[in-house]
């Protein structure tokens, strides 16, 4: 309710992209038919569009990932944006600026949307809590509570693929569900779009207590867990978060979880496989599963950008313009 | 004098900026005219101009500065110029390549302009001094010699805040007077613009032996410096330089000069009050203060954008054009 | 051959620019007069050609060179492209990520054109075996192999001051050749080019075992090699790399190979002085020689980004356009 004040402007549309949370099924749908638009605008010759022409997109990534910083500076510059990037770890902290006093400098620089990443989960909402009223915030990722556009660039790979009525679809996210903020927007995603059947599979080390209240269904053995699954995403495991205190070994997390096609078995033949990157190959899935024909894993990273253009044209509220 | 041969083009107008020292009033002032030409673009929605379009800017930095690089940055990109920025600690000095080198290198790659910041006194005279005819220096802060852009967007707010009859200001800096390239460029821009009264006001240790020379009235008393004053502009407490062996602590030091709502009293009831950023609260002043409506700490932030666009512009003889 | 295979496109037409050998001498020229048609927009006042507008064009260096990576981004943007800096190092091979996968994921972002530098001999290559139909490689610097780039620039400086006729010409190369990949794709070019007499001059410790199959004439003797030379390429000594096995000191080297006034007098009297940069002054050569007026070594520089523009646009398949 908070996020949701937050999130959505006096004219209903987007004005912060911080959680799935908070949005309502109308928007996410929204979300989905605004990428698309721009899905023809990356596959062209000319990748531009002129919708943010003259504004300036700060990112501002307290958490270094060049990975995911690299996807939002390649959608802000064909919105014909000026991005600026800064690593704060480096920089203004060291001097013992306090985050808001380095927030109020950048706004005073006029600068029109941040992206922010950073370790501690809210840091986002706190932004945007403070932020002055003409700049837009993007959550690319704080802590373990939220990465939203991971989750729609999910949800509109899974719409490509297998239609737009999520409601006939079982979906079974695989992995440590208790550390992703991945997993926790892609569930909330997932049933704002009414899908059939949420599941989520994993040791129970790696389960959050109360999961079911989520609205998913619990799995600790893979094969039970995408029985019949149209979808499986796989997470990521965190080598340096987990190893000795939750897992045993990358091994045994191998041979109980990691997918095989010998284990895809299970789901449906033409189930569609999901990552969000970097995959650990041998770890979560074998290479086969990963590079085989019903691996969209690519595709998510190539409508990572058409999702991260949607958002950011429509919280600069540009939203009734399409690209020619 | 030598300054002034190297700032001033055959034409008379800005060729480098690398001091306040050297400069005239007339020069100053259409700094600050064509500064208020420039508002208007940061602030509308469509930020950019054409001026510099096809010009490039290096930003070389010597000395790593996330704050004052980004404003330059920004500068540049509103008016149309591509920017590099070089952080050569990382770079070809690693290298062994002398400065001079690094110089020559970047001028055979057609660059149109250099910012410098450098931990020397003297290193964008020096580099001025030796560079192509057709390139601009802009010295973004020479050791303790000066930091005339943050002096100009000083100068800029006061007279924005204030009006332009400086004859009638009493202008307190307050601080490490002796550690500052900032207070030495503000000392003298406030003289070229005939401050009525210009005031120093710090420790005995932090201030220089010759500073009456300056033009400056001396005081070691918070209240008695700031008494009447119009404008307060504070320096930043450098930590790492002074704990030890110039101050006692940073608690004695605020209990002395850090300025309060108490001791403020002292100043008029209209004061104005200034500080480069970053902020140390509770060192150099109270939030109340730093926060309060007499404050244009941000202020100064935003209008060092349209200051950094004049001197940019003016240098690369573009004065002529003025944006629509 | 199988470099040939890779580098040229089914329309004869450049399609990646990996290693000068494999490349024939008309596509050689042909890159030369591109070149040669860019100089002029690198000096002009306008320095943009919309070339490779709308194009993304990412640096992805596996290893860090400022100078390199300027020259490239700079080119990159006088064609009005978009260009990414991506530092591999500290990046997604942190987190373990395959080379191939980071490859198949920048190139879901839709990118055109990836410039690789990388300490493994053959990495540009194996990634243009690998790389997307859609995406062009451009090698700057791979390892002991291949610096092809630097090597065109020289050529075109060569051509510029000597004329179009190679034939007539000596080029000695000095320094160590065992290590320099500089080195290796000069020698190609200027067989391809067909230069008269091409030397190699070095202590026998820095010079590879089967040179002479190079097609070039070996010699230990400073004086001996450049003998009636009417061009001389010294190469960088790279402390790091030699001192204590292979030479006994920088002043001994100096003593026998480093070039100086007194020594040139063996070589033409309008013999041309090049070097790559950056310099070891008093090592490879005195700074009467390094400045004095038979060098082109900052003209290099110049040329350095007409040529990169060239091979960048030749590669993407704008040949036939040419800038207005």
Do not use: C, W
């Amino acid at each position: 309710m908070k996020h949701q004040d937050l999130q959505i402007g006096e004219d209903g549309g987007l004005r912060h992209f911080l959680s799935i949370s908070g949005l309502n099924t109308e928007l996410l749908v929204r979300i989905l038919d605004t990428a698309e638009s721009f899905t023809g605008v990356t596959e062209q010759a000319i990748k531009k569009v002129p919708l943010l022409r003259g504004k300036t997109i700060v990112n501002l990534f307290f958490e270094a990932s060049t990975r995911t910083r690299t996807t939002f500076e390649l959608a802000a510059k064909r919105l014909s944006a000026d991005v600026l990037n800064i690593n704060i770890t480096q920089s203004a902290t060291a001097k013992g600026e306090s985050l808001l006093d380095t927030l109020r400098n950048l706004e005073a620089m006029h600068v029109d949307m941040f992206v922010i990443r950073h370790a501690d989960s809210g840091a986002a909402h706190f932004i945007a809590s403070n932020v002055a009223p003409h700049i837009s915030i993007i959550n690319a990722g704080d802590g373990r509570h939220s990465h939203p556009t991971q989750a729609m660039l999910d949800m509109f790979t899974i719409r490509r693929v297998k239609g737009p009525d999520f409601g006939r679809l079982r979906v079974a996210i695989v992995g440590d569900i208790m550390h992703s903020r991945v997993a926790r927007s892609q569930i909330h995603a997932l049933n704002l779009l009414n899908t059939g059947d949420v599941r989520i599979v994993a040791p129970k080390t790696l389960i959050p207590a109360n999961s079911e209240a989520l609205g998913v269904h619990v799995f600790h053995d893979l094969r039970e867990g995408i029985r019949d699954a149209d979808v499986i995403i796989m997470l990521r495991l965190q080598h340096e978060r987990m190893l000795g205190a939750l897992l045993p070994s990358e091994h045994e997390y191998y041979e109980l979880f990691g997918v095989t096609e010998e284990k895809l078995t299970a789901a449906k033949p033409d189930v569609t496989i999901m990552h969000p990157g970097p995959i650990n190959r041998g770890v979560e899935m074998d290479s086969e599963v990963a590079d085989g024909s019903r691996s969209v894993i690519l595709e998510q990273v190539s409508h990572g950008i058409a999702v991260r253009m949607a958002v950011m044209s429509m919280a600069m509220h540009r939203r009734e313009e399409t690209p020619e």
